[in-house]
């Protein structure tokens, strides 16, 4: 079992920045593919970012390239999402995933309750 908690939501401005933690705890961390996802009101929930378990691969969706970096660090049991030139089309609940094989559709094996992205236009 993987418990996953995401902080760091908030409310921002249109070409703010803002930074997604995700704490995990459970079964060997290192050993998991991990990601985020979003779900924007009234639409389905979608892929954002995901980094394999040593990081040497990692996939963005089109919508966020050049603007979000996702990262992990796995001596804490971590995972970033840094978001850059935010836009109002980013407010959505983001939720951090965790898979054994990889992050890309929905549902992976875990997932947290989510954080609310609120950017202002």
């Known amino acids: 079992q993987v418990k996953l908690v995401e902080s760091g939501g908030g409310l921002v401005q249109s070409g703010g920045s803002l930074r997604l933690s995700c704490a995990a705890s459970g079964r060997a961390f290192s050993s998991f593919a991990m990601g985020w996802f979003r779900q924007a009101p009234g639409k389905e929930r979608e892929f954002v970012a995901a980094i394999s378990w040593i990081s040497h691969n990692i996939d963005y969706a089109d919508s966020v390239k050049g603007r979000f970096t996702i990262s992990r660090d796995n001596a804490e049991n971590m995972v970033y999402l840094q978001m850059n030139s935010l836009e109002p089309e980013d407010t959505a609940v983001y939720y951090c995933?965790?898979?054994?094989?990889?992050?890309?559709?929905?549902?992976?094996?875990?997932w947290g309750q989510g954080t609310q992205v609120t950017v202002s236009s």
């Open positions: 995933a965790a898979d054994l094989v990889v992050v890309r559709t929905w549902p992976p094996d875990y």
